[in-house]
């Protein structure tokens, strides 16, 4: 094959460090040269591009990526049709229903009727809300839910958290979780059948650098 | 004003490339003896749902006609072919060899999963069960991806019923088939072999499923037998895909087919081999098709089994430019000509239409700066202007170089066949 085996990493955020680290640790230096999008590698059969976590499913799903490092959370809730090969283990976080701490709400079966839930994570959040039955009106924010119900814009969130110290910090609790997550690398399906030796490879060392398997 | 969600317009050069794509695959189903049909872009949902499984009903758009009836539009074109084999063409001997090139409409709710309406370009092989009949459906999708101009083409094969009836050997409950069924896609041996030792497969069951997850080539399957009584319609099975594999090998496309046991396809009416057709610059696949025996049963009584396919026109489309196609619309020859002498213009652009070159008339009656700076915008190539008489020579204005020649139209017309070679 005559061209290079790409993998999608998260540009920024909690996951963007450990993602390069665990490429390290496979033997994959990223050579990021400043405001460039496709980085090379010190592997020469694979390059990097830096995206949004939230955007890397749909970068693999449509093979804009052949290998994506991203959450659990996130390839769920961007309804991606890909492979998860690989548990990596770290990034380890909820997505969790939480409340004003001064709330009558104890758990999701007090939640009200008629109750809006502020989330970047709607897709989810949804399909959770009816699963246990209740109906909710889902509010889509992007990166400040624990904001919401402190700006009286929605009682609920269903936020991410990893220690719990911003729902603390916003005095929230949490009522419920939803999914627990941690960091994947996640493959294109065609990508999974025409580079299967390459990636392979790649799962062997990953696996070797402590990634649990799944 | 805008198009519905998931709609586009073509423009002209889009346009042009899409019919491109669509007459080259029409001429290569023609060859192989392929008919085509056009059927309405709206039938009842009942005709439309028969058989493609609660995916592809729910992503329907469907509405109420005005005598009460639930229409939807066409998801897909398989279930419209059987039901016009089943009611129109009973009589017709088979196997029937139909194609199509048609639109089809399908709602997604997901983020930015695809087009709601797309283009589909299909044949099916109907009337015939012979492995033969699927090793020319396979034959025909290589060969025509081939045509198209496409390389590194790799399409892979799978067995709905092969793995449906593994599946169900297992006894494993619904929601543990489908961890296998993950397992399989992600070839992970080890994993597997866990799976299995933790849910008490038997040892016969166990190297079947190691085996055909190792499998990469159809040839390889005849490593693969289980006990003949008791798996009987599993060994047919092997045995059909290795038949297909001798006819793809007198093809001459076996290096293009690949084996992959978990290979599914989301319609649900498969029943025999299923496969996908991909180049290695796009991540999604062209198209895919399979064997399907018991759909057309279900539009009336005859039992009629049929294999075939479809591809996406804008897949194949995106696929040859990554690959770098190049646009067509730069490799014609343009012309505008103009002239006082209307008569003479028109008989000069039919001259030059004569010889296979696209010409237009100015029909303008601007002055010549204004019909050169037109020309150079739409990327005319050259302009003509004749005298009252095609015998005299014409002023011939290269709209690229900036250049003017005088020839008659003729040593025009000779001059551009003369470039083309």
Same mark, same amino acid.
């Given at each position: 094959?005559?061209?290079?085996?790409?993998?999608?990493?998260?540009?920024?955020?909690?996951?963007?460090?450990?993602?390069?680290?665990?490429?390290?640790?496979?033997?994959?230096?990223?050579?990021?040269?400043?405001?460039? *999008?496709?980085?090379?590698?010190?592997?020469?059969?694979?390059?990097?591009?830096?995206?949004?976590?939230?955007?890397? +499913?749909? *970068?693999?799903?449509?093979?804009?990526?052949?290998?994506?490092?991203?959450?659990?959370?996130?390839?769920?809730? %961007?309804?991606?049709?890909?492979?998860?090969?690989?548990?990596?283990?770290?990034?380890?976080?909820?997505?969790?229903?939480?409340? +004003?701490?001064?709330?009558?709400?104890?758990?999701?079966?007090?939640?009200?009727?008629?109750? %809006?839930?502020?989330?970047? *994570?709607?897709?989810?959040?949804?399909?959770?809300?009816?699963?246990?039955?209740?109906?909710?009106?889902?509010?889509?924010?992007?990166?400040?839910?624990?904001?919401?119900?402190?700006?009286?814009?929605?009682?609920?969130?269903?936020?991410?958290?990893?220690?719990?110290?911003?729902? %603390?910090?916003?005095?929230?609790?949490?009522?419920?979780?939803?999914?627990?997550?941690?960091?994947?690398?996640?493959?294109? %399906?065609?990508? *999974?059948?025409?580079?299967?030796?390459?990636?392979n490879e790649l799962l062997g060392k990953l696996r070797n650098?402590?990634?649990?398997?799944? | 004003?805008?198009?519905?969600?998931?709609?586009?317009?073509?423009?002209?050069?889009?346009?042009?490339?899409?019919?491109?794509?669509?007459?080259?695959?029409?001429?290569?189903?023609?060859?192989?003896?392929?008919? $085509?049909?056009?059927?309405?872009?709206?039938?009842?949902?009942?005709?439309?749902?028969?058989?493609?499984?609660?995916?592809?009903?729910?992503?329907?758009?469907?509405?109420?006609?005005?005598?009460?009836?639930?229409?939807?539009?066409?998801?897909?074109?398989?279930?419209?072919?059987?039901? &016009?084999?089943?009611?129109?063409?009973?009589?017709?001997?088979?196997?029937?060899?139909?194609f199509y090139i048609c639109n089809v409409f399908r709602y997604?709710?997901?983020?930015?999963?695809?087009?709601?309406?797309?283009?589909?370009?299909?044949?099916?092989?109907?009337?015939?069960?012979?492995?033969?009949?699927?090793?020319?459906?396979?034959?025909?999708?290589?060969?025509?991806?081939?045509?198209?101009?496409?390389? @590194?083409?790799?399409?892979?094969?799978?067995?709905?019923?092969?793995?449906?009836?593994?599946l169900r050997a297992t006894g494993l409950d619904k929601e543990? #088939?489908?961890?296998?069924?993950?397992?399989? /896609?992600?070839?992970?041996?080890?994993?597997?072999?866990?799976?299995?030792?933790?849910?008490?497969?038997?040892?016969?069951?166990? $190297?079947?499923?190691?085996?055909?997850?190792?499998?990469?080539?159809?040839?390889?399957?005849?490593?693969?037998?289980?006990?003949?009584? #008791?798996?009987?319609?599993?060994?047919?099975?092997?045995?059909?895909?290795?038949?297909?594999?001798?006819?793809?090998?007198?093809?001459?496309? @076996?290096?293009?087919?690949?084996?992959?046991?978990?290979?599914?396809? #989301?319609?649900?009416?498969?029943? /025999?081999?299923?496969?996908?057709?991909?180049?290695?610059?796009?991540?999604?696949?062209?198209?895919?098709?399979?064997?399907?025996?018991?759909? &057309?049963? #279900?539009?009336?009584?005859?039992?009629?089994?049929?294999?075939?396919?479809?591809?996406?026109?804008?897949?194949?489309?995106?696929?040859? &430019?990554?690959?770098?196609?190049?646009?067509?619309?730069?490799?014609?020859?343009?012309?505008?000509?103009?002239?006082?002498?209307?008569?003479?213009?028109?008989?000069?652009?039919?001259?030059?239409?004569?010889?296979?070159?696209?010409?237009?008339?100015?029909?303008?009656?601007?002055?010549?700066?204004?019909?050169?700076?037109?020309?150079?915008?739409?990327? &005319?190539?050259?302009?003509?202007?004749?005298?009252?008489?095609?015998?005299?020579?014409?002023?011939?204005?290269?709209?690229?170089?900036?250049?003017?020649?005088?020839?008659?139209?003729?040593?025009?017309?000779?001059?551009? @066949?003369?470039?083309?070679?």
């Amino acid at each position: 094959m005559n061209r290079k085996i790409r993998i999608a990493l998260p540009s920024k955020g909690r996951l963007n460090q450990p993602s390069i680290q665990v490429l390290q640790e496979a033997g994959i230096n990223i050579l990021r040269k400043e405001r460039t *999008y496709i980085s090379e590698t010190s592997d020469p059969r694979f390059e990097a591009i830096f995206a949004r976590a939230f955007d890397v +499913p749909i *970068y693999v799903q449509h093979g804009a990526a052949d290998l994506g490092i991203t959450g659990h959370d996130v390839i769920l809730e %961007r309804k991606a049709d890909v492979h998860e090969l690989l548990d990596l283990g770290f990034g380890k976080c909820q997505l969790i229903v939480a409340v +004003p701490e001064n709330s009558a709400v104890r758990s999701v079966d007090d939640i009200p009727t008629v109750a %809006r839930v502020a989330t970047e *994570y709607p897709n989810l959040c949804q399909e959770y809300f009816e699963s246990v039955g209740k109906q909710v009106e889902v509010l889509v924010v992007r990166g400040t839910a624990e904001l919401a119900p402190k700006l009286g814009l929605a009682q609920i969130i269903a936020d991410i958290t990893e220690t719990g110290e911003t729902l %603390r910090r916003n005095k929230l609790k949490v009522v419920a979780t939803i999914l627990n997550s941690t960091c994947r690398l996640a493959c294109n %399906r065609i990508a *999974y059948r025409i580079f299967e030796s390459e990636i392979n490879e790649l799962l062997g060392k990953l696996r070797n650098g402590g990634a649990s398997t799944k | 004003m805008q198009t519905p969600k998931g709609t586009k317009d073509y423009l002209p050069p889009e346009a042009e490339r899409h019919c491109y794509v669509e007459q080259r695959l029409r001429e290569v189903f023609k060859l192989w003896g392929y008919q $085509e049909i056009r059927s309405p872009a709206i039938e009842l949902v009942e005709v439309l749902s028969t058989g493609v499984g609660s995916e592809l009903i729910d992503s329907m758009f469907k509405f109420q006609d005005f005598d009460g009836k639930i229409v939807a539009l066409r998801a897909e074109m398989t279930a419209p072919a059987a039901r &016009i084999v089943t009611t129109k063409m009973l009589e017709a001997p088979r196997p029937i060899r139909l194609f199509y090139i048609c639109n089809v409409f399908r709602y997604s709710q997901s983020y930015l999963e695809r087009e709601r309406e797309f283009w589909q370009a299909g044949v099916e092989l109907i009337g015939c069960n012979t492995p033969g009949a699927d090793g020319e459906v396979l034959a025909l999708l290589a060969s025509s991806l081939k045509k198209l101009g496409l390389e @590194e083409v790799r399409i892979d094969v799978g067995h709905a019923g092969l793995l449906k009836d593994l599946l169900r050997a297992t006894g494993l409950d619904k929601e543990k #088939k489908v961890v296998l069924q993950n397992l399989l /896609g992600y070839r992970d041996e080890d994993q597997l072999e866990r799976f299995m030792d933790q849910n008490n497969f038997s040892s016969q069951l166990r $190297e079947a499923f190691l085996r055909l997850s190792r499998c990469r080539r159809l040839e390889e399957l005849s490593s693969v037998s289980l006990e003949p009584l #008791k798996y009987r319609r599993i060994n047919d099975y092997l045995r059909d895909l290795l038949e297909v594999k001798d006819s793809l090998v007198e093809y001459g496309v @076996e290096n293009l087919v690949f084996f992959d046991f978990s290979l599914v396809r #989301k319609i649900e009416y498969y029943t /025999g081999i299923v496969f996908e057709a991909s180049v290695p610059n796009l991540g999604l696949p062209l198209g895919g098709g399979g064997r399907y025996d018991n759909l &057309i049963e #279900k539009f009336g009584k005859a039992k009629i089994p049929a294999t075939g396919f479809a591809v996406e026109i804008e897949k194949c489309l995106r696929a040859l &430019i990554a690959q770098g196609f190049q646009p067509l619309e730069k490799r014609r020859v343009k012309v505008l000509v103009a002239s006082r002498s209307r008569n003479s213009a028109i008989k000069a652009v039919e001259a030059i239409r004569d010889a296979g070159v696209t010409a237009m008339l100015d029909v303008t009656k601007g002055g010549m700066k204004k019909v050169l700076e037109y020309a150079k915008r739409s990327g &005319i190539n050259y302009v003509v202007f004749v005298d009252s008489s095609l015998e005299k020579p014409a002023t011939i204005h290269d709209t690229r170089l900036d250049t003017v020649t005088n020839m008659r139209i003729k040593a025009f017309l000779q001059s551009l @066949e003369d470039d083309q070679r």
